[in-house]
């Protein structure tokens, strides 16, 4: 298993045909799709799941936005950057940049809150699991990041 | 409630811009999606929920196939007709038809069989609990039917 | 048709099961499906189709945005109450209150722009026509709106 | 590119968390996507693309099934093989096989039509093209995939 935290993930993805919407691009609602995916490749490259079968925690999003600049269409490679910003007591914040090649397709913004995870009962805002802390860092705020975010 | 037990339902559904894909018109897998909302209005129009948040048994699917004859395009609206086709002993059938106006669209079939539900385990066929089925019951064959199904 | 211009539009939905998650509830990436419905709805309210087969324009989404404060269930039925709040030259941003019955679900902002469509070539940035501004407007803003999106 | 003709394709996926339902396992409508994901990625293996840009072409699907097994759950590696088992004058033939390790999961079945492509008219059967029929072939009917399809 890794022994630094993770902070950061890159993903490469191709656009399949089902995502695809009868403007002939990326339907909208899949680039929350493919920031999941992301984050959940993180998880693992942390040696975590964000959904084991048996957990006493679960991880509600509570904001999730995307601005979008370029289309995507159907087969084209792209990578999905997702980077960890904030970790405080209950939630963990990331940045997305989904990018082909040079061009920055769209950059994302998704908040996820700890809960407490029981049959039938409504989730409680609950700390993040030490577990889960020790493996997941903060990303450094580099010069180049943040020109990216511009 | 319903007294007598119920063997069909008819949805109308308007083409929804996210079900449709980059060929303009809706992409094959949702017609699965069509079914399965036209299914469980069946059984919300006969007192049941397929998904009970408490329940001892789930419905996993055994088998799903659609014929398809036309498109559907953005805001088209059609209509799913379900209909029970055969109740065993732990499996039920239906048949499906989609159609737009008098224009057939497609035609599925549908196989569910009765599982055992619990927690971390794998699933487990069981018959049909008696509630179910005293409220759902086999379509008749009329004339019209097999003609439609032909 | 419609005389007076339209800013609002109520969607009553209820959740199907394929938009529900392994944690049980609706996945967060389908209340953007959500407010699309709405969005559509509120332009044929208007007397307008967002996607005509034949259009000189499309309407990219340039943001899109959800805060989540409860869980969406499966076969819970719920209510999608979008406005329009502003409508540039180019663009149209929305805001949208996801609720089931007296409990809030979750809040969305969307913008859209509007852009020339041609066969194989990147959109470009284009005002909005005037037939579609004529049917459009932006949505009052009460007391009651202001104290619900607080 | 491929000089052989191309007939078969296996694509090695992860299940993802959107493609799961409050049952705890994939929506059943999703393995439709991960035989077009298959099928698609077989076409790039043969130096195709099933939806170029411009093409006079398309292939709507005429049937697909699915015989299910066994559920898969998130994060759950798995094979989708799929072979091309007929090629008519108008239509392409598929059979799939998802497995987990040496589980087999499902069994589909898919047939796509070659047809007309063109803005705003209805798709009209017609022949495979030549280029197309040159880089696909039949699989061979071995033993082994016999016994694995029986």
Same mark, same amino acid.
């Given at each position: 298993?890794?022994?630094?935290?993770v902070?950061?993930?890159r993903?490469t993805?191709?656009?399949?045909?089902?995502?695809?919407d009868?403007?002939g *691009?990326v339907?909208?609602?899949?680039?929350?799709? =493919? !920031?999941?995916?992301?984050e959940?490749?993180l998880? @693992?490259? #942390?040696?975590?799941?964000?959904?084991?079968?048996q957990?006493?925690?679960?991880?509600?999003?509570?904001?999730?936005?995307?601005?979008?600049?370029?289309?995507?269409?159907?087969?084209?490679?792209?990578e999905?950057?997702?980077?960890? *910003?904030?970790?405080?007591?209950?939630?963990?914040? =990331? !940045?997305?940049t989904?990018?082909?090649?040079?061009? @920055?397709? #769209?950059?994302?913004?998704?908040?996820?809150?700890?809960?407490t995870r029981?049959?039938n009962?409504p989730?409680?805002?609950?700390?993040i699991?030490?577990?889960?802390?020790?493996r997941?860092?903060?990303?450094?705020?580099?010069?180049?990041?943040?020109?990216?975010?511009?």
């Amino acid at each position: 298993m890794s022994s630094a935290p993770v902070f950061e993930h890159r993903l490469t993805r191709r656009v399949q045909f089902h995502e695809t919407d009868a403007a002939g *691009v990326v339907h909208f609602s899949r680039y929350f799709v =493919y !920031v999941e995916e992301a984050e959940h490749a993180l998880w @693992r490259s #942390a040696g975590l799941s964000i959904h084991p079968r048996q957990a006493d925690v679960g991880w509600p999003r509570v904001h999730a936005s995307f601005d979008y600049h370029r289309a995507l269409r159907f087969e084209e490679e792209f990578e999905a950057w997702i980077r960890i *910003v904030a970790i405080d007591e209950k939630t963990i914040s =990331y !940045v997305c940049t989904l990018s082909r090649g040079d061009t @920055r397709i #769209a950059t994302g913004r998704l908040t996820i809150a700890c809960a407490t995870r029981q049959p039938n009962q409504p989730m409680r805002a609950a700390p993040i699991p030490p577990e889960v802390r020790s493996r997941l860092a903060v990303a450094p705020s580099t010069g180049a990041a943040k020109r990216d975010e511009s």
